[in-house]
């Protein structure tokens, strides 16, 4: 299934994320730093969510509160929690 999530405190406008059950099979920056969110996004494909939440919520981009795989985390751990 895919999802649509709008990020908050990044250069990223949005987030497309399809999943197959607790696994992420594919990830899609709107917007964003092109090869961070790339990188990223290929990182996480394959992963299961809530080893990527574990590995990544909470990260910072400079002085920002949040970054680009930081709210990714938060769309998953929105996703499972919708599940």
């Given at each position: 299934?895919?999802?649509?999530?709008?990020?908050?405190?990044?250069?990223?406008?949005?987030?497309?994320?399809?999943?197959?059950?607790?696994?992420?099979?594919?990830?899609?920056?709107?917007?964003?730093?092109?090869?961070?969110?790339?990188?990223?996004?290929?990182l996480?494909?394959?992963?299961?969510?809530?080893?990527y939440i574990?590995?990544?919520?909470?990260i910072?981009?400079?002085?920002?509160?949040?970054?680009?795989?930081?709210q990714?985390?938060?769309?998953?751990?929105?996703?499972?929690?919708?599940?």
């Amino acid at each position: 299934m895919t999802y649509e999530f709008t990020t908050k405190g990044v250069c990223a406008r949005k987030i497309l994320i399809d999943m197959d059950g607790e696994t992420i099979k594919s990830v899609q920056y709107v917007g964003g730093c092109s090869g961070n969110t790339q990188g990223v996004a290929a990182l996480a494909q394959g992963m299961n969510a809530k080893d990527y939440i574990a590995r990544c919520k909470g990260i910072k981009c400079g002085f920002k509160s949040t970054s680009c795989p930081d709210q990714l985390a938060i769309a998953l751990q929105e996703i499972l929690d919708q599940a």
